[in-house]
């Protein structure tokens, strides 16, 4: 079992930037495929970012192409959302999430494929 926290939201200016961490529990992080999803209040959870177990692989939402990056330390077991130039649309609660798989470079865009959420952390771009 893997218990995920996440941390690093708040209150940030359009056009600002932060960093989300997700740090998870056991020794068997890099089984896992990892993933951040959003909510936005009155919408469905959305796909955010997702990245292999090695890391070699990643893969965006268009509306978050070229301003978020993905990353994770196997070593610190913990996965990275870098947000820069965020805008008031941006404004959700962020969740990390993990998928257990036995393929090195394969990540999953669908909630369904994910075994594990964190809690979330509110992210909230003032205009």
């Known amino acids: 079992q893997v218990q995920l926290v996440e941390s690093g939201g708040g209150l940030v200016q359009a056009g600002g930037s932060l960093r989300l961490s997700c740090a998870a529990s056991?020794?068997?992080?890099?089984?896992?495929?990892m993933g951040w999803f959003r909510q936005a209040p009155g919408k469905e959870r959305e796909f955010v970012a997702a990245l292999s177990r090695n890391g070699g692989s990643t893969y965006y939402t268009d509306s978050v192409k070229g301003r978020f990056t993905i990353s994770r330390d196997n070593a610190k077991n913990t996965v990275y959302l870098q947000m820069n130039s965020l805008t008031p649309e941006d404004t959700a609660v962020y969740y990390c999430?993990?998928?257990?798989?036995?393929?090195?470079?394969?990540?999953?865009?669908?909630?369904?494929?994910?075994?594990?959420w964190g809690q979330g952390t509110q992210v909230t771009v003032s205009s």
């Open positions: 999430a993990a998928a257990q798989t036995k393929t090195l470079r394969v990540w999953f865009s669908s909630p369904s494929d994910y075994d594990y």
């Open positions: 056991g020794r068997t992080f890099s089984s896992y495929a």
